[in-house]
């Protein structure tokens, strides 16, 4: 079987779908004037034939490498696990490869290891995840290399180049509605990294709820948080510890909200019967955790579809021909109702019936 795939060819392909070899190559060169049944018949008969593209040999052929880059700095491995895995989804549908390095260390090491990524990979175009994407000094590195390149969630300077995104301060405001219907006033908030702008519009969007419903938020019932387990535990230890402990809390990630179930087990303390968790991002650690976690979908597989197709369609070659609606790309979210949250009544009558 293997040594039949090895030889697969174009010429198999075409048969298959009926079409011209110029057709099937026009296809996996990504022309826009194929038809989309034609696009569909070709893709079909490259996926039942298993048939994978000479990547030399493209290269031979046009300007392309067929190679895309994702770069990252991001504490939450969740997130960028689940965004590889979109990614190399996409990819692998339209003949791309991708090429993946993390970027450690201070500003000159972001910064070297981004020119030597892109110089010696010669990548089509770079995805950068935040908080590496609202760093200026990588944006000038990627600009002066003439690489094209797609932010996910950028903070700042949102016309340096197109991005995609999904609305954070919507999805935390009506997370933070979700508690309050449910019959929570003391409700805690961890907030994410500093660094990324997506922690500072959760957190915003929380207070927006709270003041729409008339509700004060004392600032003990507020911590800093990493986006990271670690952070979570210390924050949420914190949380649990007072006197007017809170009745349900918020985290600003999966990975945080994890911790605090944790730490509440570790205080003697039932969730959701004590103490309702609601989390953000639906990383597969959301629905692994007992009792599974609501939380906000962020629809991170997608945007990394959205990112490759951006990349992949060329547009960002040419600045000039971009329109302002070429570059925010906004995925909508999904609030995921699990069993972590529970009503504050259904709590009560829960522990006296115990």
Request: hydrophobic share 35%.
């Amino acid at each position: 079987m293997k040594s039949e795939q090895k030889n697969i060819t174009i010429q198999h392909v075409a048969e298959r779908a009926g079409v011209s070899k110029m057709t099937v190559s026009r296809v996996l060169n990504h022309d826009s004037k194929v038809s989309d049944s034609t696009r569909t018949k070709v893709m079909d008969a490259v996926q039942e034939l298993n048939y994978r593209p000479n990547i030399s040999a493209r290269q031979l052929a046009g300007s392309k490498s067929y190679f895309i880059g994702l770069l990252y700095d991001n504490p939450s491995q969740g997130y960028v696990s689940q965004f590889l895995l979109g990614a190399l989804k996409r990819c692998r549908a339209s003949g791309y490869h991708m090429v993946v390095d993390e970027c450690q260390g201070g500003l000159q090491d972001k910064v070297r290891m981004t020119r030597d990524f892109v110089n010696t990979t010669r990548v089509d175009g770079v995805i950068l995840l935040p908080p590496l994407c609202d760093i200026p000094e990588v944006l000038d590195t990627l600009k002066q290399s003439g690489t094209p390149f797609v932010r996910i969630a950028p903070d700042v300077d949102l016309e340096a180049s197109p991005y995609v995104c999904m609305d954070d301060y919507q999805a935390a405001y009506e997370m933070t509605n979700e508690l309050i219907q449910a019959g929570h006033r003391d409700i805690a908030f961890i907030i994410g990294h500093p660094n990324q702008g997506a922690s500072r519009l959760r957190y915003q969007g929380f207070l927006d709820a709270l003041r729409s419903n008339r509700i004060n938020c004392p600032p003990e019932y507020i911590e800093q948080g990493y986006f990271t387990y670690k952070s979570g535990l210390q924050a949420a230890t914190k949380l649990l510890g007072l006197g007017n402990r809170p009745t349900a809390i918020f985290a600003s990630n999966d990975d945080m909200a994890a911790a605090v179930t944790s730490a509440a087990h570790i205080h003697g303390l039932s969730v959701p019967e004590d103490v309702s968790v609601v989390g953000f991002d639906d990383v597969e650690l959301a629905s692994s955790l007992w009792p599974p976690l609501t939380t906000i979908r962020q629809p991170i597989a997608e945007m990394a579809e959205a990112a490759i197709e951006l990349i992949r369609s060329g547009k960002l070659n040419n600045e000039r021909t971009l329109r302002r609606s070429d570059y925010r790309h906004v995925i909508d979210f999904e609030l995921v109702r699990r069993e972590s949250l529970r009503t504050k009544n259904e709590a009560i009558s829960q522990r006296s019936v115990g």
